[in-house]
């Protein structure tokens, strides 16, 4: 099993409809999970940043972290056609080992 | 923009050789990672330097050795390189390794082409 597994998709929607994107991961040490947006050709760029369960919100974006579950999940709502990308998401145990555990992303479009 | 940056942005290059990749953190960041983006793969960590000193290694093969220099600049060398090499390889950085400070950003990466 990895330990971090997500959903290749793709996933496309049209304009407007809320995205949930997910991740499972199976080392119960993750304390600290990421989603990173990645364009074409582009660099991961960081959207959410969550430390141990909980949501977090940010204008249209929300993050939910479920440790009992060892779950992870992204919301877009209002999801606009400049939010097609690949969304990753990515987890560490922080400390002395920093180092990321991504997922290998999801591609979404969103369709005008 | 992250504030990360990296050259090359592009490097063709034939098996066998030998590369040097550069990377230069956001300003007040001591901490670099290196991470490398194939399709099958996705992003595989290799390395952290931590001001100057490696602090963590992940799946970097013997041919690729990385350092941190005094300007927290870091140089990723990948040597003997072959095909499966091919890949997008980037430079992350943050500002330490207290839990608060370790949100990683981003540089837009090289892409490595091996023929």
């Known amino acids: 099993q990895k330990e971090v597994e997500q959903d290749p998709g793709p996933l496309s929607v049209p304009e407007g409809a809320i995205v949930s994107l997910n991740c499972t991961y199976s080392n119960s040490a993750f304390q600290y999970f990421m989603w990173y947006r990645q364009y074409s050709r582009k660099g991961p760029e960081l959207l959410m940043y969550t430390y141990s369960s909980g949501n977090k919100e940010d204008g249209r974006f929300t993050a939910q972290v479920d440790k009992s579950s060892k779950y992870i999940s992204l919301f877009i709502r209002d999801s606009q056609p400049s939010d097609s990308a690949t969304y990753l998401c990515a987890m560490s145990s922080g400390g002395s080992q920093g180092n990321l555990i991504f997922g290998k992303g999801t591609k979404l479009s969103v369709k005008p | 923009d992250s504030g990360v940056t990296q050259t090359p942005k592009h490097l063709i290059t034939a098996t066998g050789q030998r590369v040097t990749l550069r990377c230069s953190p956001r300003?007040?960041?001591?901490?670099v990672y290196w991470y490398q983006q194939s399709l099958d793969q996705g992003l595989q960590f290799l390395i952290q330097y931590y001001n100057g000193e490696e602090r963590a290694k992940g799946n970097i093969l013997e041919r690729f050795s990385a350092q941190q220099f005094p300007d927290l600049h870091s140089e990723l060398n990948l040597s003997s390189l072959e095909l499966g090499d091919s890949a997008l390889y980037f430079c992350a950085s943050s500002a330490g390794t207290s839990p608060s400070k370790e949100t990683q950003y981003f540089g837009p990466g090289t892409r490595l082409l091996v023929l």
């Open positions: 300003s007040g960041d001591l901490s």
